[in-house]
């Protein structure tokens, strides 16, 4: 018998959309097709979409150190809700995940917490060459975080020579933290008190700019793969676009729907992030790159921070804000509005993620592969409101938003674990495998 028959959903196969039926047993797609089996239980997808699991690149849940702000099962269940399947989760908690030791006791952390898939970032510091030179089989792991420039938490490693240890030792993807730490320190001086406009003029457009041109320097010269994270500005843009092969960029979608100064006008501190959110010029610049693919993922920044800290004055404010629950239903509304398409949006959550970073089983609805799917309806409109984040922090930039197009299901390992923002059954997520 059967575990799980999707039915009369529209399926994204081989790139286009069919109506065909997906029967599930033992957490793996069994056939595609025309099914007559008997089935344990059958989820009716009429006038829905079913793509394969979307996977967010870029996620920090806070765990060990600021559990109270965020922690593996909470970010979990907002991932769930919000449609994502697997996530990649950040190295700079506290302590860091910068040595076997603190991986290890990650996946442990994460073992029977966590709703949705996961694997986890190493992270590089000035003096773990030798670590980060032996990862290919650390299980769960995705990559190397690097932190060129100081954000959240203590991992940085800002020298270049240090840079370049780390790639020369690299054994996966390095994904980049890309700002001039240099530059941050010279630029300190134009911070004003109590004035977060004065964000993005501190972490300028040529901060990034030079740290991002320096890595990729760096990457050619030692032949390895570097990932631009949250990629902000229209120079990278162009820049990143003449560097494709073993250099690749995410864009995320906070910096494709709120634009300077209007976002700090209307939000405070709770629009200040690194890099920052920019004027419209570079906002614009970023949407060429996604209507042209120049990027190769989306991911959210999830980077929780509590009200009372948020709150605080310019710059004793943290920066970051929450994503892993909205990046779909953001993302859908976008389609809707014919910004991009349903295509594009699946090659930046699904197919490059697994490209880029070697995913066994994921990304594609194929016979055989892990039963791990997003189920959406183009039509629903939400309002996205700060009591229905599941995050620990309980806000959104977006509350108040209306969107058209939600996830209206997640299936995990062939087990309906989100049905119309409920969440069912216990956490059992597992650690990615990687090529």
């Known amino acids: 018998m059967l575990d799980l028959i999707i039915k009369n959903g529209s399926c994204y196969i081989d790139g286009k959309l069919k109506n065909l039926d997906i029967a599930i047993k033992n957490g793996k797609i069994n056939t595609i097709g025309k099914v007559f089996e008997e089935s344990k239980e059958i989820y009716d997808a009429k006038n829905l979409i079913v793509l394969p699991g979307c996977i967010d690149t870029q996620t920090h849940f806070r765990e060990p150190g600021s559990t109270d702000t965020e922690d593996l099962n909470s970010g979990s269940r907002a991932a769930i809700v919000g449609g994502i399947t697997a996530v990649f989760e950040m190295p700079n908690t506290n302590p860091p995940t910068s040595n076997k030791k603190e991986f290890r006791r990650k996946l442990d952390l994460a073992k029977n917490r966590m709703y949705c898939n996961y694997a986890f970032y190493f992270g ?3 003096d ?7 990862l290919q089989n650390l299980e769960g792991c995705c990559g190397i ?3 060129a420039g100081s954000s959240t938490g203590s991992l940085l490693v800002a020298d270049e020579k240090d840079i370049e240890k780390v790639f020369q030792n690299s054994s996966k993807v390095v994904a980049v933290h890309s700002e001039d730490e240099q530059i941050l320190k010279i630029n300190k001086t134009l911070i004003k008190k109590g004035n977060v406009h004065t964000h993005p003029v501190w972490r300028s457009e040529e901060c990034a700019m030079s740290s991002t041109r320096r890595i990729v320097k760096i990457a050619k010269r030692y032949n390895k793969k570097a990932h631009i994270l949250h990629v902000t500005t229209k120079q990278e843009v162009d820049f990143l676009s003449q560097h494709k092969g073993n250099i690749t960029f995410e864009i995320t979608p906070q910096h494709l729907t709120i634009y300077a100064p209007d976002c700090y006008d209307k939000l405070g501190t709770y629009a200040q992030m690194n890099p920052p959110i920019r004027d419209k010029s570079h906002y614009d610049r970023l949407w060429y790159a ?19 800290n948020k709150d605080k004055i310019y710059p004793e404010s943290p920066s970051g804000m929450p994503g892993v629950q909205t990046l779909m239903p953001v993302m859908l509304n976008h389609i809707n509005e014919g910004k991009l398409s349903i295509n594009q949006l699946i090659e930046f959550v699904c197919i490059n993620p697994v490209k880029i970073f070697g995913i066994k089983n994921k990304g594609f609805i194929k016979e055989g592969f892990d039963a791990d799917f997003t189920v959406i309806d183009m039509k629903k409109k939400i309002i996205i409101e700060n009591e229905k984040i599941e995050s620990k922090c309980k806000w959104s930039p977006f509350n108040g938003y209306e969107f058209k197009g939600t996830p209206v299901a997640t299936i995990i390992s062939g087990k309906i674990k989100m049905k119309e923002g409920e969440i069912l059954g216990e956490p ?8």
């Open 124 to 126: 590089a510091t000035a």
């Open 128 to 134: 773990n060459a030798n670590d980060i030179a032996e």
């Open 145 to 147: 975080k690097l932190f």
């Open 290 to 308: 996604v209507k042209n693919s120049l990027n190769d993922t989306i991911g959210s920044d999830h980077a929780p921070h509590l009200k009372l």
């Open 428 to 435: 059992e997520g597992n650690p990615l495998k990687f090529n």
